[in-house]
């Protein structure tokens, strides 16, 4: 209960004392997309400091988190905004899955309940962004569910958004495929882990940004 | 044995957002599989997702699966600004919406026109 009520105080304060000026882009997707690997690549490249923790298990970022005032610079432009990294996206979460990955029971429940808060919050915070970043695993099957209702909601919300297709450096990544389920948006391939193809990332948040 | 469920959209169509969510909820926590007629509004997917979330937190339900398949037709311009006015109007009846509990439904593909549910037995069964 107390954890709901200071997510609500954070969401609240967020919305009443951030600098209005400032943009704020998202980061969303389904668990383990690599939404904090790309959070801390953005970040190393521009302020060089990270912002999240990543592991393997899903469901690792289970609040929001926030990196105000990123300058970024391409091309001769500039372009500063707050980032914000959000818990994966998610229709189904069983501690016992934690379980399977070498957690101790308790520290599993534990973390299912606090991953089904954030996904709660990852969801009423969509309304207060003013672009989204999908971050989907290309090795996986892109039309999932969560994939598309994320987007579908995005586009009944108004908000622009850019298809983040991770992990091409993987032997299994499928970026045609990707390109294939999202044809009417911006699909941008990349590894955030090795750093390939920022540089397109950057021209399309640009591109993004431009078109709002 | 699986037991699915037809909810026809004309069941749901004069309920609000929170009480079609509530009904859907309801049956899947039973342990039924609900086949709707049409599909949720891109808002009530996501309050279903966080009904369920706070579902789970609350009870031993592991949360659910769903699957929308939708009609490929080739249509005109102008049935699909009368489809698009009318699904804003009236709700989405066009093709079928599948949500399963996740203890029972492990996995729902779409293939595109087809629909293959994997049930937790199933997968169980072949790997003996």
Known sequence: MI???????KRIFFQIFQDRSALKIGLYGPPNSGKSTL??????DWIGEEMSKVSNIPHETREIKIKEKITVKHKNKELTFNLVDTPGLATKIDYEDFVKKGMKAAQAKKRAKEATRGVIESIKWMDSMDAILVVLDATENPYSQVNITLIGNLVARKIPLVVVANKIDMKKAKIKKVEAAFPQYDVVGISALKGHNMEE??????????ER | MLTLQFIPYKEIQSLSSEKRISKILNIVKNDKIVLLQGRLFPEEETTLIERTMEQISRSKFKGVEICTVMPNTNQTLIDKIRNSIASALLGNRDGVTIIGPASIVKEIKRDPDKILLFTKEAKKRRRR
Do not use: G, M, Q, T
């Open chain 1, 39 to 44: 959070a801390n690549k953005i970040c190393k």
């Open chain 1, 3 to 9: 954890k709901v009520i200071s997510d609500f105080i």
């Open chain 1, 201 to 210: 990332l950057y021209e399309s948040i640009f591109k993004l940004i431009r």
